[in-house]
């Protein structure tokens, strides 16, 4: 039986780590994969957005089919450049239908987006490892609060863009919360900048400020192999 508080946290964040290890994984195999298939297809010549789109669609496919964790969207984003004929381009593939994301059919303005202004392309970009950014309302594919997992992919070294996946928060909580509730103790996990993104206690909801709150000044544990921090109280 957990008895102590530091032996609750410490199987929270187990919890956690384990429950975050499949997208993970999934995508840094992703990543090292199609870095390959992306050279082998960039040495025969240039690269087009529909070439990329055929190579993408089956790691995309992949990941909205894992049993360890609900996700809904899935794809990968092209650095600038990249391409021949697009500045940037994503491929990307979502929803129960798992259909196409095509994002001049929503808003031309999607098709320029500087993506490096979004937390889940720049970190990976700038560090080289895979990051879980969130909690966000992801304005870009599902409006909906979302957490999304980024890995970064390489050619010879160089960074040419992020395997990435979205998981909403919905799902993240029904996955989550009767494994951590099951603790008997006010669990939250919060993100590396201190951000709420599921607690069993209900004063706190995704998206709340740790700072300035009565969370601030208890003790985090970190959840291994991603950047999530348990708090208990």
């Known amino acids: 039986m957990l008895t102590t508080t530091h032996s609750v946290a410490l199987r929270a964040a187990e919890i956690v780590s384990e429950y975050f290890s499949a997208p993970i994984s999934a995508l840094e195999q992703t990543a090292q994969t199609l870095g390959g298939q ?10 087009t957005a ?16 894992l049993a360890e964790a609900r996700v809904y ?20 593939w979502q929803g129960d239908d798992r259909g196409k ?8 303005n999607k098709e320029f987006i ?41 050619i010879d070294g160089d960074f040419v863009g992020v395997a990435g996946l979205d998981m909403l928060i919905d799902s993240v909580e029904r996955q989550l919360m009767p494994r ?23 004063g706190h909801t995704t998206g709340d400020a740790v700072r300035g709150g009565r969370l601030a000044e208890l003790a ?4 291994a192999g991603v950047e999530l921090d348990i708090i208990l109280g």
Do not use: K
């Open 38 to 47: 992306l050279a082998e297809a960039r040495s025969a010549g240039q690269l």
């Open 50 to 65: 529909a070439q990329l789109d055929l190579l993408v669609e089956p790691h995309a496919h992949t990941a909205l089919a």
């Open 73 to 92: 969207g899935a794809g990968f984003i092209a650095a600038v450049d990249l391409l021949s004929g697009a500045r940037n381009h994503l491929s990307w």
């Open 101 to 108: 994301l095509v994002l001049a059919a929503q808003s031309v």
């Open 114 to 154: 500087d993506y490096s202004d979004f937390e889940w392309y720049r970190v990976p970009m700038m560090t080289g490892a895979s990051h879980v950014a969130g909690p966000h309302v992801d304005y870009l594919c599902s409006d909906e609060y979302t957490v999304t997992v980024a890995a970064p992919v390489h």
């Open 180 to 202: 951590l509730s099951a603790l008997d103790a006010p669990v939250t996990l919060v993100n590396g900048v201190g951000r709420v993104i599921v607690s069993t206690d209900a």
């Open 220 to 223: 985090r544990t970190r959840c």
